[in-house]
């Protein structure tokens, strides 16, 4: 009995510092409206990494071999950070991260699997797949990469509003991005930013960042990423940073209060020339964004890839190398690149011609998810699972505002009483040396022998 008592003394001590120790690279954090690794600013600079693409997703981090060679080609274009889509939330992956973290590479994590999101076919379908089987798969996500440290951010949904007419998908993405908050409050032991990929939707691209950051600070996105395909730089005229437009978007977002990144990016009609790369990485842009990932990695049936995959020999082509010429002409700004420290939270917009939203209250968790919060989702459904979109009980009736505020901090105490307000200071992690772990350990086993 008293070996038992001291080694679950020792265990309820050292386990939850353990648990967030798995890599060196240092965790991203939010600071206003942008990325920092430790007090350094943080840009994303990246490329969307799913070979087979969506139509055969497969988990890419499982195949070790494959992606030993690919992060060979990552070292060479110089970036930090790969997006992928989907991976099998039932299987183990310190493998392949330790593998992305020994190489520098952070992961920016889509939640959702083609088996397991939202199904936006109508207000209806996306009511009932909004249930407990798909927030179960979701928080198993979060659970099985929750301690890798190169874990840079997650998704809560891919361009699930994809056009002007389906909007009314955005009260359910942003109750998933509540709910994944709450999750990693609750559970995780730093905190984790959790935001959207949207569509840049010309009619409505605004009204979904204004969405998704108003309301409670525990129902805003901790960042807004949206896919942008708008600079295209043709071969005998390289556009502009005004030709794109861009000037105006930075106009748009200039007081925007959070991080937002290009979760997508490069266009290839007709002659691909990565010319947005030097804007991104400029400080023409870099008081507003942080950052962009290229799509995409592999050439699939749209041919967006910079690298050709046969026979599972990889052969970058005129895309890749001048993407890489692009990265290597980019610096980062110096300093923080005009970054704002502190914002307030934006105004929900109002309902118009194409943006069909006018409750401000989201849909209630599922009332099965909920033992999820303080008991953990379990293992993953895996690629293999039934699916998510009929399954389950689904949310019933609306959340009171605020309802999604965590019982406790991912240091493990419990959470503050906060008012909601945009400024509410967030929680952080609580970073312990793993010599404390040592002296901590020694103290509960001095303490328990003395005790016996």
């Not at 997006?83 to 099998?88: E, H, L, N, S, V």
């Not at 748009?252 to 790369?277: A, D, M």
């Not at 008081?287 to 041919?303: D, F, H, R």
């Amino acid at each position: 009995m008293k070996s038992f008592t001291i080694a679950t003394a020792l265990g309820a001590v050292i386990a939850p510092v353990l648990a967030a120790s798995k890599g060196n690279l240092t965790p991203i954090q939010v600071k206003g409206n942008a990325f920092y690794k430790g007090d350094e600013r943080f840009y994303v600079r990246g490329v969307a990494y799913q070979p087979g693409g969506a139509a055969d997703a497969q988990d890419p981090l499982l195949d070790t071999e494959s992606l030993k060679r690919d992060i060979a080609n990552f070292k060479d274009l110089g970036i930090n950070t790969v997006r992928i889509y989907t991976i099998d939330n039932s299987k183990n992956h310190d493998e392949g991260m330790k593998m992305l973290d020994d190489a520098g590479i952070y992961l920016a994590l889509d939640a959702n699997s083609p088996k397991y999101s939202l199904n936006r076919e109508s207000k209806d379908t996306l009511q009932r797949s909004y249930n407990d089987v798909y927030l179960q798969s979701v928080f198993a996500t979060i659970d099985a990469f929750a301690d890798y440290n190169n874990l840079l951010a997650l998704f809560s949904g891919n361009e699930v509003i994809n056009d002007k007419n389906n909007s009314n998908a955005a009260p359910f993405i942003k109750a998933v991005t509540r709910d994944m908050k709450q999750y990693i409050s609750n559970r995780a032991t730093r905190q984790i930013p959790v935001g959207y990929s949207a569509a840049d939707v010309a009619e409505i691209i605004e009204q979904q960042a204004l969405y998704f950051d108003c309301g409670t600070d525990d129902e805003r996105a901790d960042f807004f990423a949206f896919n942008d395909y708008s600079w295209c730089d043709f071969e005998d005229k390289l556009q502009t940073f005004e030709g794109a437009g861009w000037n105006k978007k930075m106009e748009t977002y200039k007081n925007f209060p959070k991080p937002i990144f290009l979760s997508e990016h490069g266009c290839i009609e007709p002659n691909r020339q990565w010319g947005e790369v030097s804007a991104i990485y400029s400080s023409k842009m870099s008081s507003v964004y942080s950052g962009g990932l290229a799509y995409e990695y592999t050439v699939e049936p749209n041919n967006y890839g910079i690298v050709d995959l046969k026979d599972g020999k990889i052969t970058p082509n005129k895309d890749f190398k001048s993407l890489k010429a692009a990265y290597a002409k980019a610096s980062n700004p110096t300093g923080n690149g005009g970054a704002k420290t502190s914002g307030t939270a934006s105004k929900c917009p109002p309902k118009d011609k194409y943006w069909d939203v006018t409750e401000t209250l989201l849909p209630a968790i599922p009332t099965s998810a909920v033992k999820y919060m303080n008991s953990g989702a379990g293992t993953g459904p895996g690629l293999s699972g039934d699916g998510s979109h009929f399954a389950g009980k689904a949310s019933e009736g609306t959340a009171t505002a605020g309802s999604g505020q965590a019982t406790r901090t991912p240091n493990g105490s419990a959470a503050p009483s906060t008012s909601g307000g945009a400024d509410s200071a967030a929680p952080v992690a609580v970073e312990i040396p793993l010599r404390f772990v040592g002296m901590v350990g020694a103290s509960v086993l001095l303490g328990a022998a003395l005790m016996f």
